[in-house]
T-cell receptor, first 114, second 112 residues
């Protein structure tokens, strides 16, 4: 079974641009969540989607948005990029609806904002 | 609000020895789950072990085991017979109900 796939692996953008990151979950997984990882703030939750609906949202500005498609693939978008958005963005998928299930992570997208 | 604290930024251990990574957490929820994740240089977060708070028995996965002290809100990870491949960042995390994962700052483990 293929794991969680995130594309692209690396991305370089300039301030003010926007970016879209993609995540394909493990087949059969309907929940997809996104995390931002930085050296200073550590791992922070962005949002979670389940069956195309945003179920949970972290404390990030409205420039960060996401969506989930009917095949459970998810995208997250960051508009008007700032230097502080440079981070590793991790996507995770899980099978069950109830909390406590295992989250399977992708290898992340490393975003650099210049 | 949930918090997870890892007080050891870095640790090192000799191959074949045992090492224990510390983690404390705080939550007001009665139903929650605790996790240890490993992040090697490849950056992929790998689940090492999971503990359900309502279970008294400590979880074990091969060389990895936890010491779950619910009253003290402590959740330490013991790695036995350490191997070079165990070198990684280790994150402790908690999750309540349908909420998101709350991660600690991580412990960088070096196996020499």
């Amino acid at each position: 079974k293929a794991g969680v796939t995130q594309t692209p692996r690396y991305l370089i953008k300039t301030r003010g641009q926007q970016v879209t990151l993609s995540c394909s979950p493990i087949s059969g997984h309907r929940s997809v969540s996104w995390y931002q990882q930085t050296p200073g703030q550590g791992l922070q939750f962005l949002f979670e989607y389940f069956s195309e609906t945003q179920r949970n949202k972290g404390n990030f500005p409205g420039r960060f948005s996401g969506r989930q498609f009917s095949n459970s693939r998810s995208e997250m978008n960051v508009s008007t990029l700032e230097l502080g958005d440079s981070a590793l963005y991790l996507c995770a998928s899980s099978l069950d609806e109830v909390g406590g299930e295992k989250l399977f992570f992708g290898s992340g997208t490393q975003l650099s904002v210049l | 609000a949930q918090t997870v604290t890892q007080s050891q930024p870095e640790m090192s251990v000799q191959e074949a020895e045992t090492v224990t990574l510390s983690c404390t957490y705080d939550t007001s929820e009665s139903n929650y789950y605790l996790f240890w994740y490993k992040q090697p240089p490849s950056r992929q977060m790998i689940l090492v072990i999971r503990q359900e708070a309502y279970k008294q028995q400590n979880a074990t996965e091969n060389r990895f085991s936890v010491n779950f002290q619910k009253a003290a809100k402590s959740f330490s990870l013991k790695i036995s017979d350490s191997q070079l491949g165990d070198t990684a960042m280790y994150f402790c995390a908690s999750r309540s109900g349908g909420g998101n994962l709350i991660f600690g700052k991580g412990t960088k483990l070096s196996v020499k």
